[in-house]
């Protein structure tokens, strides 16, 4: 299908009683950044593997590049599945491991990976037992980010890499994207960090889809209103509101809708003090437990 990376119909995977993905239907865009969202335990792991044919969903339908990369060969080679350690034997080469990806991968470009590798500092002479967790971190991106695949997905693949470093990760990533583009899902849980370079984020919680949108609509999708707890409760009746908290002075409330728009103007109106929520605080206050009293249950005799 023109336009779309992977589509994903009704997708579900249990192991045993456990329901890892529950009903996970949605079309990723082809050629976008895409931040795949979640706590642990949310499924973005599970999805992923589904994805590249490494896991076995139990029902629905996966269709990657428009083919089932199960049954088709030339399809799986357009998909990579990476993450911060992938199961390689501690006494390989980095340089074997080149050539198993330059083997594997019809569009690797193994100049581009070892300039990757010595910008990173990292010999090719070394073994995997001698790498920190930083250094196969920064291994494993170089060869997913050089096999240049229309699907890529980088589970976690940031673990260990220290700031300057990960800095460089994301301008490399951004500036490949632009001179090749291709569907690049990242999940992280460090959102805040990776925002600037994402085209487009799916959330998960719980093995479900909350929603899947482009940046700049979840960067108006909620507002937080302040004030004293009779304001707050007064002005969100009747209204869309995703959770209120109480705070040690005052209260707060999340609606929905945008900073700028018709209800948050409202809510200055009313004396609230009215704020932008940025994408990662939306992730939390849309998955958060609604009661927001699981904190107060540990001090309960």
Request: with cysteine; proline share 2%.
């Amino acid at each position: 299908m023109e336009g779309i990376a992977i589509q994903m119909d009704a997708v579900r995977k249990e192991y045993r009683k456990n329901i890892a993905l529950d009903g996970i239907t949605v079309n990723l865009h082809e050629n976008c950044i895409i931040g795949l969202i979640g706590a642990n335990g949310s499924g973005k792991t599970t999805l992923m593997k589904i994805c590249a044919g490494l896991e076995e969903k139990s029902s629905g339908e996966v269709l990657v590049c428009g083919a089932d990369i199960t049954k088709d060969i030339s399809a799986s080679e357009e998909v990579i599945y990476s993450m911060h350690d992938l199961p390689v034997g501690k006494s390989y080469r980095i340089s074997e491991i080149l050539k198993f990806y330059d083997i594997t991968y019809p569009h690797f470009d193994l100049v581009f990976c070892k300039k990757m590798l010595e910008l990173f500092g990292i010999s090719l002479k070394k073994t995997c037992r001698t790498l920190s967790q930083g250094q196969k971190s920064l291994v494993h991106f170089s060869c997913a980010a050089a096999a240049r695949c229309r699907v890529t997905l980088l589970d976690e693949p940031f673990i260990g890499i220290d700031i300057e470093k990960r800095k460089m990760v994301y301008e490399i990533l951004l500036r490949d994207f632009m001179e090749h583009p291709r569907a690049i899902i990242i999940s992280s849980h460090n959102l805040s960090e990776i925002e600037g370079i994402l085209s487009e984020m799916l959330l998960l919680h719980r093995g479900k889809m909350v929603f899947y949108q482009d940046m700049d609509t979840v960067r108006e999708m909620l507002f937080r209103a302040d004030g004293s707890k009779e304001e707050v409760m007064g002005f969100v009746e009747g209204k869309e509101t995703v959770c209120t908290r109480e705070k040690e002075i005052g209260c707060y409330a999340v609606l929905k809708g945008s900073v700028s728009g018709k209800t948050a103007q409202e809510a200055k109106a009313a004396g609230l003090s009215v704020s932008a929520v940025s994408p990662e605080d939306a992730s939390v206050y849309l998955t958060m437990p609604e009661e927001g009293k699981e904190l107060e249950s540990l001090w309960e005799n």
